[in-house]
């Protein structure tokens, strides 16, 4: 979902995000983050599944240009 928000520009920072999951920013993209991680993670083990390299550092770099 967050991952959906980010792509459509439908947010416009992650305290947008934080109040809709009922967390603080700072935990939203950290947890984000981890997120990303365990998918890249993912797709290596099965090579199919999750998020490719380049798929994760667009997600990240879209993380990333969101005001705090």
Do not use: Y
Request: glycine share 8%; charged share 15%; net charge negative.
């Amino acid at each position: 979902m967050v991952a959906d928000l980010l792509h459509s520009g439908a947010v416009d920072s992650w305290d947008q995000i934080a109040a809709a999951m009922g967390t603080t920013a700072s935990e939203a993209q950290d947890g984000f983050n981890a997120w990303i991680a365990g998918q890249v993670a993912l797709r290596h083990r099965t090579g199919t599944i999750g998020l490719t390299d380049i798929d994760a550092a667009e997600l990240s770099a879209l993380s990333q240009a969101v005001a705090w």
